[in-house]
């Protein structure tokens, strides 16, 4: 069984000003990287706004779409940037998620992978922050749980970046465990080891600048000895790629290999409880490390996959 690839079009029409790092190239780098990859290729399906009210209330998503302009740019804060064709690219990164988990607990894929931007992990209730619009793979996880019946979906992020959005969304369904790896101090400041959820499901486990991927690897070995203890029925992945020792962003001293590694620990890790996984891009903002490290990533899904 092939790996199932989500994408479109739409996600190289989501426009930030010149030199900002959430670019239009993040998306061409990825699917260059994996031209020549034998995948299942859909189009990424646009989200009704039924997908988005389960983790954002209906003002928050009507103050989106409101904000996006018919021309030029528009400032939602201080880093986050919506142009004409944003809103289009948000709702495909969010039903590309949805159309993963439908696919792979149909049995259609064993392994799914969501090549869109922007990103969605920083984006919290009612709040867009962080180069995000919407919690991405906090509604995939909710579609998982309340439109599929299960009982325990596990989300892991191991973005540079500590998933604030994700966590908040989660932070009171205790059928789901979030868990994360991140530097810390580094924006947006949140993810202490002490912020563990309202029923102790989520975990968070922040990094020093300057750690390395052996530190990577131990961490989220520790993080999926939980996972397995959690014996998930889905794993849902924030795959940013900015801990990578090449990015501008951020201080951590990882490898492309390192995301390989811990690509294939998840794997194994989700095989436990017969797991299947559905990952989703989020950060990774030095277009030749995010090329090498998403196939990384996505080789390691396609071992899983078969």
């Given at each position: 069984?092939?790996?199932?690839?989500?994408?479109?079009?739409?996600?190289?029409?989501?426009?930030?000003?010149?030199?900002?790092?959430?670019?239009?190239?993040?998306?061409?780098?990825?699917?260059?990287?994996?031209?020549?990859?034998?995948?299942?290729?859909?189009?990424?399906?646009?989200?009704?706004?039924?997908?988005?009210?389960?983790?954002?209330?209906?003002?928050?998503?009507?103050?989106?779409?409101?904000?996006?302009?018919?021309?030029?740019?528009?400032?939602?804060?201080?880093?986050?940037?919506?142009?004409?064709?944003?809103?289009?690219?948000?709702?495909?990164?969010?039903?590309?998620?949805?159309?993963?988990?439908?696919?792979?607990?149909?049995?259609?894929?064993?392994?799914?992978?969501?090549?869109?931007?922007?990103?969605?992990?920083?984006?919290?209730?009612e709040t867009a922050m962080?180069?995000?619009?919407?919690?991405?793979?906090?509604?995939?996880?909710?579609?998982?749980?309340?439109?599929?019946?299960?009982?325990?979906?596990?989300?892991?992020?191991?973005?540079?970046?500590?998933?604030?959005?994700?966590?908040?969304?989660?932070?009171?369904?205790?059928?789901?465990?979030?868990?994360?790896?991140?530097?810390?101090?580094?924006?947006?400041?949140?993810?202490?080891?002490?912020?563990?959820?309202?029923?102790?499901?989520?975990?968070?486990?922040?990094?020093?600048?300057?750690?390395?991927?052996?530190?990577?690897?131990?961490?989220?070995?520790?993080?999926?000895?939980?996972?397995?203890?959690?014996?998930?029925?889905?794993?849902?992945?924030?795959?940013?790629?900015?801990?990578?020792?090449?990015?501008?962003?951020?201080?951590?001293?990882?490898q492309d290999q390192d995301?390989?590694?811990?690509?294939?620990?998840?794997?194994?890790?989700?095989?436990?409880?017969?797991?299947?996984?559905?990952?989703?891009?989020?950060?990774?903002?030095?277009?030749a490390a995010l090329g090498?490290?998403?196939?990384?990533?996505?080789?390691?899904?396609?071992?899983?996959?078969?």
């Amino acid at each position: 069984m092939t790996l199932r690839l989500y994408t479109h079009p739409a996600a190289s029409q989501h426009l930030t000003p010149p030199g900002h790092p959430e670019q239009v190239a993040r998306h061409k780098a990825v699917l260059e990287a994996l031209a020549d990859l034998p995948l299942d290729r859909q189009d990424a399906p646009l989200a009704d706004d039924a997908e988005l009210l389960r983790c954002h209330p209906q003002a928050y998503v009507d103050r989106i779409r409101a904000a996006i302009p018919d021309q030029g740019l528009a400032m939602l804060d201080g880093d986050t940037h919506v142009s004409p064709g944003s809103l289009d690219a948000a709702l495909r990164a969010v039903g590309g998620a949805c159309a993963s988990v439908d696919a792979v607990l149909a049995g259609q894929a064993r392994s799914a992978f969501v090549a869109m931007r922007p990103p969605g992990h920083h984006a919290e209730r009612e709040t867009a922050m962080g180069f995000c619009l919407f919690g991405t793979v906090a509604i995939a996880a909710k579609r998982a749980l309340d439109h599929h019946g299960l009982d325990r979906v596990a989300v892991l992020d191991f973005d540079v970046h500590h998933g604030n959005g994700t966590q908040d969304l989660l932070w009171a369904e205790k059928r789901a465990f979030f868990a994360s790896s991140h530097q810390m101090p580094l924006y947006p400041g949140s993810g202490a080891a002490g912020e563990t959820g309202l029923y102790g499901q989520v975990m968070n486990l922040p990094l020093r600048p300057g750690s390395d991927g052996a530190v990577a690897r131990a961490a989220w070995g520790r993080i999926l000895d939980r996972m397995i203890e959690w014996q998930p029925q889905l794993v849902i992945v924030s795959a940013g790629f900015d801990a990578h020792a090449d990015d501008p962003l951020a201080q951590l001293d990882w490898q492309d290999q390192d995301f390989a590694a811990i690509t294939r620990a998840i794997c194994d890790a989700a095989a436990h409880s017969a797991a299947p996984v559905v990952s989703c891009l989020e950060g990774g903002y030095d277009l030749a490390a995010l090329g090498r490290s998403a196939r990384a990533h996505v080789e390691e899904l396609m071992e899983h996959a078969g």
